[in-house]
């Protein structure tokens, strides 16, 4: 069973940035493929930026590409989410997940909220 805990969300002006931390406990990071997700207010969750479990490949949403990078540290069983130039429109709850190569996301963080100011 692998917790994931979120952490580094807050309240910020266009313009800044942020980094978000995702811990992993109760397994592996890299037997995983990790994704950051995000949810605002009245739509659905959809995915902002996956790293494939072998680190060799990382995908974003074409809203974020060039503003937000994906890393991992598997020393530190954590993933990342630099994000940089942050929106108003980036304002949501984030949430860390899990997927084994096979599957669909299967373990989820408990989300932490970003919020962009104009």
């Known amino acids: 069973q692998v917790q994931l805990v979120e952490s580094g969300g807050g309240l910020v002006q266009a313009g800044d940035s942020l980094r978000l931390s995702c811990a992993a406990s109760?397994?592996?990071?890299?037997?995983?493929?990790m994704g950051w997700f995000r949810q605002a207010p009245g739509k659905e969750r959809v995915v902002v930026a996956a790293?494939?479990?072998?680190?060799?490949?990382?995908d974003y949403a074409d809203s974020v590409k060039d503003r937000f990078t994906m890393s991992r540290d598997i020393a530190k069983n954590t993933v990342y989410l630099q994000m940089n130039n942050l929106k108003p429109e980036d304002t949501a709850l984030y949430y860390c997940?899990?997927?084994?190569?096979?599957?669909?996301?299967?373990?989820w963080g408990q989300g932490t909220q970003v919020t962009v100011s104009s």
């Open positions: 997940a899990a997927k084994r190569p096979i599957g669909q996301y299967h373990y």
């Open positions: 790293i494939s479990w072998n680190g060799d490949s990382t």
């Open positions: 109760g397994g592996t990071i890299s037997r995983y493929k």
